[in-house]
Nanobody, 123 residues
Framework: VQLQASGGGLVQAGGSLRLSCAAS????????LGWFRQARGKERECVVS????????YYADSVKGRFTISRDNAKNTVYLQMNSLKLEDTGVYYC?????????????????WGQGTLVTVSS
């Protein structure tokens, strides 16, 4: 499985961005997915995760109520809608897929990674 993330960019605080992650492969619909971010000087952290059919999700406390993950299995794509962006949301965002149905929040639980897309939130 290959993952291609896109949609990052520069946005003012309070603004919105939508990240996309397109996947190759026929088994996308059986994978749980996640978005991780890494801020400069910090470890990579899971911000959201979604199970294979979109019925179960995890959101980090820092993004609850502002970020929404969704997936379109017919298009092999997962989205991350980010609203009310804050300065601390700045970082490189990575999409990831795991060969299991359920959500996960640790890096080691994921088998495939996209290349990352940079999100910069300015004041």
């Amino acid at each position: 499985v290959q993952l291609q993330a896109s949609g990052g960019g520069l946005v003012q605080a309070g603004g919105s961005l939508r990240l996309s992650c397109a996947a190759s492969g026929r088994t996308f619909g059986t994978y749980a997915l996640g978005w991780f971010r890494q801020a400069r000087g910090k470890e990579r952290e899971c911000v959201v995760s979604v199970n294979w059919n979109g019925g179960n999700t995890y959101y980090a406390d820092s993004v609850k109520g502002r970020f929404t993950i969704s997936r379109d299995n017919a298009k092999n794509t997962v989205y991350l809608q980010m609203n009310s962006l804050k300065l601390e949301d700045t970082g490189v965002y990575y999409c990831a897929a795991r060969r299991f149905l359920g959500i996960a929040t640790t890096e080691t639980a994921y088998d495939y990674w996209g290349q990352g897309t940079l999100v910069t939130v300015s004041s």
